[in-house]
């Protein structure tokens, strides 16, 4: 029978031999590689470490700081394992930079192989040494001659942009003055006392249109519209002839209007509107509603003006 010592001596042999030949394999399976060593300041290095592993029941613990000695990480990604056809690796890309200038060692990280059924171990990375300059390193060294200053002609753009703004300022101004002069030809006649007794009798006219059938929905809005405009350019001693509906209901809201009377002016052209460009056809009572909308509205602003006057 062999003694006890002997029996735990080959025991102990067998498992350290387990564990030199864990530990070898794995420091094989270790590979660290960036993509340049020489870089100028400021410029970026993609740093990759692949730890190949036989299984996916492992775990890799490595700290990375943010800022390194001569070296700051710009981005971290990976750290995790990936199977490719069977095969494991965990994979880590930083990306750093540097500026400072010199030759400077990024350095090794300290991290731990942990498995379920074995006793983690304590392994580094190799340090790698970077080159970090101003410009480019000129590898043939090939002299330069030395040139003479060159003389450049100044030239003042000032004066340039001064002429093209007051070039553009004239022609803006002569278009300014051309519009204000056409516009000033087609204002509407000032208000007199009969604007007001004429806006009621066109409006009646229209509403015996209606009534009778004889006159198409889209010109009778068309004109149901234009009594509005043609009164209020008279009564406000402005052109709204060739105003948008939204244009006219703003100038309404600024004539201190009633919100709920220029909320049904609103609806009384936008009916206009869809009439002329979207073809739809209101009934009967739909225009008269529109009808008396628009009177509501010219006798409130005739109200206005007999208040503020």
Request: charged share 20%; net charge neutral; with cysteine.
């Given at each position: 029978?062999?003694?006890?010592?002997?029996?735990?001596?080959?025991?102990?042999l067998?498992?350290?031999t387990?564990?030199?030949?864990?530990?070898?394999?794995?420091?094989q399976?270790?590979?660290?590689?960036?993509?340049?060593?020489?870089?100028?300041?400021?410029?970026?290095?993609?740093?990759?470490?692949?730890?190949?592993?036989?299984s996916?029941?492992?775990?890799?613990?490595?700290?990375?700081?943010?800022?390194?000695?001569?070296f700051?990480?710009?981005?971290?990604?990976?750290?995790?394992?990936?199977?490719?056809?069977?095969?494991?690796?965990?994979?880590?890309?930083?990306?750093?930079?540097?500026?400072?200038?010199?030759?400077?060692?990024?350095?090794?990280?300290?991290?731990?192989?942990?498995?379920?059924?074995?006793?983690?171990?304590?392994?580094?990375?190799d340090?790698?040494?970077?080159?970090?300059?101003?410009?480019?390193?000129?590898?043939?060294?090939?002299?330069?001659?030395?040139?003479?200053?060159?003389?450049?002609?100044?030239?003042?753009?000032?004066?340039?942009?001064?002429?093209?703004?007051?070039?553009?300022?004239?022609?803006?101004?002569?278009?300014?003055?051309?519009?204000?002069?056409?516009?000033?030809?087609?204002?509407?006649?000032?208000?007199?006392?009969?604007?007001?007794?004429?806006?009621?009798?066109?409006?009646?006219?229209?509403?015996?249109?209606?009534?009778?059938?004889?006159?198409?929905?889209?010109?009778?809005?068309?004109?149901?519209?234009?009594?509005?405009?043609?009164?209020?350019?008279?009564?406000?001693?402005?052109?709204?002839?060739?105003?948008?509906?939204?244009?006219?209901?703003?100038?309404?809201?600024?004539?201190?209007?009633?919100?709920?009377?220029?909320l049904?002016?609103?609806?009384?052209?936008?009916?206009?509107?869809?009439t002329k460009?979207?073809?739809?056809?209101?009934?009967?009572?739909?225009?008269?509603l529109a009808?008396?909308?628009?009177?509501?509205?010219?006798?409130?602003?005739?109200k206005?003006?007999?208040t503020?006057?």
């Open positions: 029978m062999k003694p006890i010592y002997t029996i735990y001596l080959r025991r102990s067998i498992a350290l387990f564990t030199l030949a864990h530990f070898f394999c794995f420091a399976a270790i590979s660290t590689t960036v993509d340049k060593r020489e870089i100028l300041i400021g410029e970026q290095i993609t740093y990759n470490l692949n730890i190949d592993l036989p996916a029941d492992y775990k890799i613990d490595i700290a990375i700081p943010d800022s390194l000695e001569h700051d990480v710009v981005e971290k990604t990976g750290g995790n394992i990936n199977n490719t056809n069977g095969k494991y690796a965990w994979q880590q890309k930083i990306v750093f930079t540097s500026f400072d200038s010199g030759s400077f060692a990024f350095p090794s990280f300290l991290f731990r192989i942990n498995h379920l059924n074995t006793v983690s171990q304590n392994l580094s990375t340090s790698i040494l970077i080159n970090v300059g101003y410009m480019p390193i000129d590898k043939e060294g090939n002299p330069r001659d030395i040139k003479t200053i060159l003389e450049v002609e100044y030239f003042n753009w000032l004066w340039i942009i001064i002429g093209a703004a007051v070039l553009a300022f004239l022609i803006f101004l002569f278009f300014l003055i051309r519009y204000l002069r056409r516009n000033k030809k087609q204002l509407p006649a000032l208000y007199n006392q009969n604007a007001f007794k004429e806006a009621m009798q066109a409006l009646e006219q229209l509403r015996k249109a209606n009534e009778t059938g004889s006159i198409p929905v889209k010109e009778y809005h068309t004109k149901l519209a234009d009594v509005l405009k043609i009164y209020y350019s008279k009564a406000s001693r402005q052109n709204v002839l060739n105003k948008t509906t939204e244009e006219i209901l703003i100038k309404l809201k600024a004539h201190e209007l009633n919100a709920e009377t220029a049904q002016t609103g609806e009384a052209l936008q009916t206009g509107d869809a460009f979207a073809k739809y056809h209101p009934s009967f009572t739909e225009n008269e009808l008396n909308y628009l009177k509501n509205t010219i006798e409130e602003i005739e206005l003006r007999h503020k006057n």
